[in-house]
């Protein structure tokens, strides 16, 4: 198997047409190299809200029982829309896409314990380190090493000095989802390349469902049933899975994954935004600071991906 840091760093912009600048042209490269930093950010909005309705969901049907409903409800939304074909696929092919579930799972099944025990922009911001060591270890130019100090800047800063006063055991799933999200960087971008559309997405959604189902009866049994359990249960798996996904998937694919993972940091900026509006969670001076210099550092990573990215001759 590849190096995942090899692997994450072949994952590169497709080249635009060269263009002077101020030219049609020059706007035409602009927007489309911008275009897959928005899938991004559209991606994070979705799942970050979509987190905050899964916290109101955790009374009925417990922090497992959530994520099996997500994972179980958006892998058939995925299934039906996407009709994945399963047949001319080589067996690294199956061992990407299961992998990639696997990460899909942990990731979530570890999130949502850590968002149980901690406040959720804290479990985020815990979580969002593990893209960001994800940059620092693939990036091979020092401008992105700076931006992502930067933005791990802006993430400490976002605690506000507070992860002793945390539930450790809750800060502990929270760091481990973080390297679950780097995994799931690395193995979204490689199913991306070998399967086409969102197919290998919804069959990595399947069997991470699969993985998750057990975990998820267990806890919560026939309150998975519940039709209004059901309702919410789907407004989190589109919501939290299928948009930001597919988002992020068709964004790995013209995106450098060390910009993508500081990108991330952006998640627990928005995760604050979506604590405020839909929990009730107050936001200090010092976390519109810290959230002004996360944005900042996706900023820069984005301006460096797009002079950096090779013009077509």
């Known amino acids: 198997m590849d190096s995942p840091v090899k692997d994450i760093a072949a994952v590169s912009v497709p080249e635009a047409a060269a263009a002077t600048p ?145 539930d450790p055991v809750g800060a502990a799933f929270a760091l481990a989802a973080g390297a679950m999200w780097a995994t799931y960087i690395v193995f979204s971008a490689r199913t991306g390349r070998r399967f086409p559309q969102a197919d290998g997405l919804a069959l990595a959604m399947a069997f991470g469902a699969v993985l998750s189902l057990p975990f998820g009866i267990v806890e919560a049994g026939d309150k998975l049933l519940v039709p209004s359990t059901i309702g919410l249960g789907l407004a989190v798996a589109l919501m939290s899975s299928v948009l930001p996904y597919t988002l992020e998937l068709l964004a790995l694919r013209r995106l450098p994954a060390p910009t993508f993972a500081i990108l991330m940091s952006l998640e627990p900026a928005i995760a604050a935004a979506a604590g405020f509006l839909v929990l009730s969670q107050a936001l200090a001076l010092t976390d519109a600071l810290a959230i002004a210099l996360v944005i900042a550092a996706s900023m820069g990573a984005v301006r460096t991906q797009m002079r950096n990215a090779p013009p077509q001759g």
């Open 22 to 166: 101020g030219t049609p042209g020059a706007r035409a490269t602009r927007a489309t190299r911008l275009g897959p930093v928005a899938l991004v950010v559209a991606g994070g909005l979705s799942v970050q809200f979509g987190s905050a309705v899964a916290v109101l969901l955790m009374p009925r049907a417990g922090a497992l029982g959530v994520v099996t409903l997500r994972l179980v409800l958006a892998a058939a939304v995925l299934l039906i829309v996407c009709r994945p074909t399963v047949r001319g696929y080589g067996r690294a092919d199956w061992g990407t896409v299961l992998a990639f579930g696997a990460a899909m799972a942990g990731m979530n099944i570890l999130f949502y314990q850590a968002a149980d025990r901690i406040p959720l922009g804290a479990a985020v911001t815990l979580e969002v380190l593990g893209p960001l060591l994800l940059s620092v270890i693939a990036s091979r130019r020092l401008m992105n090493l700076l931006w992502a100090g930067l933005a791990l800047g802006g993430v400490v800063l976002l605690s506000g000095g507070g992860f002793d006063r945390l």
